[in-house]
């Protein structure tokens, strides 16, 4: 059996590496990918925390299908957005997309 600090320690480094990502990155699809990553993470806790703390209780199973809805959620409207912002500037990265400015 597999120790709960174990699959901690594996949610934080997964964590960590979207936050990196998230602020390293410039691409756009890049970003999205990396906040992909946080919700894995996040979503890695939900079921650790299922398992040893009540098995018997399906709320940790429920949490962790409604993430993985939000994120299907997030990447197609993402990507749509990003998709249409590439038609009109040629670009995905992030710091030469300024649509709000005159």
Do not use: C, H
Not at 10 to 17: C, E, I
Not at 21 to 45: C, K
Not at 86 to 96: C, L, P, S
């Amino acid at each position: 059996m597999v120790p709960l600090w174990m699959f901690l320690m594996v949610s934080a480094g997964l964590f960590s590496l979207g936050v990196f990502g998230v602020l390293s990155r410039r691409n756009a699809i890049a970003i999205l990918m990396s906040v992909e990553l946080m919700l894995n993470a996040a979503n890695i806790n939900l079921v650790a925390f299922w398992r040893y703390l009540n098995p018997d209780n399906i709320a940790g199973q429920v949490f962790a299908a409604f993430v993985f809805a939000v994120a299907a959620g997030e990447a197609a409207v993402g990507l749509a957005l990003i998709l249409a912002i590439y038609r009109n500037r040629q670009t995905v990265i992030v710091e030469d997309v300024n649509l709000m400015k005159w």
